[in-house]
């Protein structure tokens, strides 16, 4: 059974880093076809997609956030992380950790979907 | 991006009803859409994929339809277990993917 784990400050301030790792056991980041991913929630919002990386290390990032994200994988430790720079209030939220799956659809087309979530952890920015 | 408008963003409903939520996205996605069940304090939980297809271990009285950019998610006769938040995904092309809104099924 795959389970995810996040962990990291619960609090950080204003203009200061973000940093949470995911802790993975049941399955290895460096093998299979998975992406290993990045999901928030603010208080009374939506869900909304961070970033992603693959098993490669090649990431994809939501562009609203591209440049303030960074996520990386550490192999040794079985587990991913995200760093979130210059962070505001606004980046207050449930942070999720995650696995996409893919399944070949049709021509050059997959379908991914999360097939595993972490049970997430609660980040407030504020000074 | 692609939008997801997902309605209602809340429901009645109680013990053996059914329940269908609506998904619409800002453009035609195929059936690149899933579906998640979130509880509080928990993990969500992947029900369907592909707009129609059941996760294992899901069970039957899930289901999902729809393709291009209008897509449903149906509870057949509501179990105690079921009042939950529900969340579609679009996962179409490339990143960054989008979810909507979420429903929250509630007792009636």
């Known amino acids: 059974q795959v389970e995810l784990q996040e962990s990291g400050p619960g609090l950080v301030e204003p203009s200061q880093t973000l940093s949470l790792t995911c802790s993975v056991s049941?399955?290895?980041?460096?093998?299979?076809?998975?992406?290993w991913t990045w999901i928030r929630q603010p208080a009374g919002k939506g869900l909304e997609w961070i970033g992603r990386?693959?098993?490669?290390?090649?990431?994809n990032y939501n562009p609203s956030l591209s440049s303030r994200v960074t996520i990386s994988v550490d192999k040794s430790n079985n587990r991913f992380s995200l760093k979130l720079t210059s962070v505001t209030a606004a980046d207050t939220a449930v942070y999720y950790c995650?696995?996409?799956?893919?399944?070949?659809?049709?021509?050059?087309?997959?379908?991914?979907?999360?097939?595993?979530w972490g049970k997430g952890t609660s980040v407030t920015v504020s000074s | 991006d692609i939008q997801m408008t997902q309605s209602p963003s809340s429901l009645s409903a109680s013990i053996g009803d059914r329940v269908t939520i609506t998904c619409r996205s800002s453009?035609?996605?195929?059936?690149?859409v899933n579906w998640y069940q979130h509880k509080p304090g928990k993990a969500p939980r992947l029900l369907i994929y592909?707009?129609?297809t059941l996760q294992g271990g899901v069970p039957s009285r899930f289901s999902g339809s729809g393709s291009g950019t209008e897509f449903f998610f149906t509870i057949n006769s509501l179990q105690p277990d079921d009042f939950a938040s529900y969340y579609c995904?679009?996962?179409?092309?490339?990143?960054?993917?989008?979810f909507g809104q979420g429903t929250k099924v509630e007792v009636k």
């Open positions: 995650a696995r996409e799956a893919d399944k070949y659809a049709y021509l050059d087309f997959y379908y991914y979907y999360i097939d595993v």
């Open positions: 049941g399955a290895s980041v460096r093998s299979g076809s998975n992406y």
């Open positions: 990386i693959y098993t490669s290390g090649g990431t």
């Open positions: 453009q035609s996605i195929s059936s690149h």
């Open positions: 592909a707009a129609s």
């Open positions: 995904q679009q996962t179409y092309s490339s990143p960054p993917w989008t």
